[in-house]
């Protein structure tokens, strides 16, 4: 364990130089500096004290020099703070820096890791540690070592007065820190073995709060009484928390109890012995003073440095999670030589002897997938829960790479491709798209960035107007400058359909190649969506590639081709009429679909007669 913190501290310490060396070089300058003042400070203190004593007794002595100490003890106080003041406002500058650079490139890792990693809790907790120590964890190992250095050199000089007089002073000085070291590592590594075991909770509790105080569980919590429920589970799991710290803070206090104890009482031993050197006058007044005060600012700077090292050994070992999460690397990255993408697309895709199964998992999702999509064809797929159709999206997207087989596009295999370029072929809403609480107007542009710095709206507009919302947004209090979302004031709260026509028309907006729409319609009505259908048919050019994820069939029908899923394996492929012909699966499906529509529209209207008699 030892090891490992030292290894991530000399990792964070080259994190602080990176982030500006020129600033780490200005605090070393000014620590070294500032270490030996007090050592100064003790000596003219001593001078003073002996020619007054010496005034006293009757020997002559100069207003000059009295004045000239004085000054000397004042000029050393004001520089003092002068370096302390320096310190303060460099270590600020460098900590902010600091923070900005670390969650940056948080922020760029997760950018950059495969989906894989978004699916396990393990990433979680990572992210979580990462998170979480990167608020505070750099900056106290920059802190502390700032702290360590500047004890250490001050701890030298007062060394040197000591050693000048009698060294068992020094050896005295030393005898009541073993037991602080022993104790302070000890806790160091017991508080972070409690804090570490508790991220996991610490992420359960996040969770637990925020289904009491946000307004998505608000309605099932209420209807099921779930509020006490949830809140026993938060405060147990909290004073469980609560009490692990407790039980560390009352071993911190013992050891400090223990160690403050022995250090008293080798104080009181050192001055009774430097009280009896000077009654038998070894020492002179100004001596006694110097070397009490020495003594007693040394023990403070010894036990500070022990403080230290301790708070940096835990510190270290809390920053190996950032250095941990750090070190994960994607799997699904660009190749060295991408090839391009050609325009427009002569092939569209082709999918040969696909099989996918997720990490961790045993047995496949996909299984021989084989499949040719043209451009300028819709293609709906369908199939029961379970049977694969997202997963089959996000091979697509290369969002997962195939177990086996090749997924091409114009002909070439997709991993050929830049990455960047090849997600910039591809617009996507899946089934659970994202309700940005933001303005219309970034809703939709968030689909394609450029289009947010139009300032006639061209791009935006179209989009929402192809998905059927346009005219409705032009109602709204601000049009497309209103702000939607109860997350923030002044929020416009929409429904569930309106919603998801904004994530259609943030699809549509970008100029894609293969535009996919996971359940677009079903928050819409039947009339609504026959209509937004017409229009995606419309939009698409004979070079795009449309692919409908849908379990409406009202939908489906209209597709130039169906392709159905079961239990991870393309069963039928067709268009409607064909595959109603072969009485297979579709046709099963679609049947049983319009018999529960036919019984609900029959149900609604046994219940308008009954109400209208």
């Not at 203190?45 to 207003?63: F, R």
């Not at 223990?258 to 008293?264: E, N």
């Amino acid at each position: 364990m030892l090891r490992t913190s030292v290894h991530t501290i000399y990792f964070a310490l080259q994190l602080v130089w990176r982030t500006n060396w020129r600033a780490v070089v200005a605090l070393a300058v000014v620590i070294l500096l500032e270490s030996p003042i007090l050592a100064f400070q003790l000596w003219i203190g001593k001078l003073i004290i002996d020619a007054i004593v010496a005034a006293i007794g009757g020997t002559p002595i100069s207003l000059t020099l009295i004045f000239g100490l004085v000054a000397a003890e004042g000029g050393l106080k004001i520089l003092s703070i002068l370096f302390q003041q320096i310190n303060l406002v460099v270590q600020k500058r460098l900590n902010d820096q600091l923070s900005e650079k670390i969650n940056g490139d948080i922020l760029d890792r997760v950018n950059q890791l495969d989906l894989r990693f978004f699916e396990t809790a393990e990433y979680y907790d990572s992210l979580a540690r990462a998170q979480q120590e990167a608020l505070y964890r750099p900056t106290e190992i920059l802190l502390y070592s700032v702290q360590m250095l500047q004890s250490l050199l001050t701890l030298v000089a007062l060394i040197v007065i000591l050693l000048q007089f009698n060294p068992i002073i020094f050896i005295a000085l030393f005898i009541g820190a073993f037991v602080s070291i022993f104790g302070q590592s000890r806790l160091a590594a017991w508080e972070f073995s409690v804090l570490d075991h508790q991220i996991p909770e610490t992420r359960k509790l996040a969770y637990l709060s925020s289904l009491l105080t946000t307004s998505g569980a608000t309605k099932e919590i209420r209807i099921f009484g779930l509020g006490n429920l949830f809140r026993t589970e938060y405060l147990n799991l909290l004073r469980k928390h609560n009490e692990e710290k407790r039980n560390v803070a009352h071993h911190r206090a013992r050891i400090g109890l223990l160690s403050g104890t022995i250090g008293a009482l080798i104080f009181a031993g050192v001055y009774l012995y430097l009280i009896t050197a000077a009654l038998r006058r070894d020492l002179s007044v100004g001596d006694l003073t110097m070397l009490t005060s020495t003594f007693f600012q040394s023990q403070i700077y010894l036990s500070s440095l022990i403080g230290t090292t301790a708070a940096l050994y835990q510190a270290g070992l809390f920053l190996n999670h950032l250095e941990r999460f750090m070190s994960f690397s994607p799997g699904i990255v660009s190749p060295s030589e991408p090839q391009p993408i050609v325009h427009p697309l002569e092939r569209g895709l082709d999918l040969i002897n696909v099989w996918f199964t997720y990490p961790e998992a045993k047995d496949p999702v996909l299984r021989n997938i084989n499949l040719i999509i043209q451009p300028g064809e819709i293609v709906a797929i369908v199939g029961e829960n379970g049977a694969g159709k997202t997963t089959l999206i996000k091979l697509l997207c290369r969002l997962y790479d195939p177990t086996q087989g090749v997924i091409m596009l114009n002909g070439v295999d997709i991993k050929s491709y830049d990455l960047d370029q090849l997600r910039r072929q591809y617009s996507v809403i899946f089934q659970d798209f994202v309700n940005y609480q933001a303005t219309v107007r970034e809703n939709i542009g968030y689909g394609y960035i450029p289009s947010l710095s139009d300032p006639e709206l061209a791009e935006i507009k179209k989009a929402a107007e192809r998905s059927g919302i346009h005219s409705f947004i032009q109602d709204l209090p601000r049009g497309y400058d209103t702000l939607v979302g109860k997350l923030f004031e002044e929020g416009h709260e929409l429904s569930g359909g309106q919603w998801q026509m904004l994530a259609v028309a943030r699809a549509l907006v970008r100029p894609a190649t293969v535009v996919i729409l996971d359940e677009p319609t079903a928050s819409l009505s039947p009339a609504s969506e026959v209509a937004f259908f017409h229009h995606l048919k419309r939009s698409l050019s004979k070079d795009q590639i449309g692919i409908i994820i849908s379990h409406r069939f009202s939908t489906v029908r209209m597709a130039d081709r169906i392709i159905v899923l079961e239990n991870g394996e393309i069963r039928e492929n067709g268009r409607h009429e064909d595959l109603m012909a072969q009485q297979g699966i579709y046709a099963r499906l679609y049947r049983l679909q319009a018999a529960s529509l036919e019984e609900g529209a029959s149900s609604l209207s046994l219940c308008s007669e009954v109400q209208n008699s």
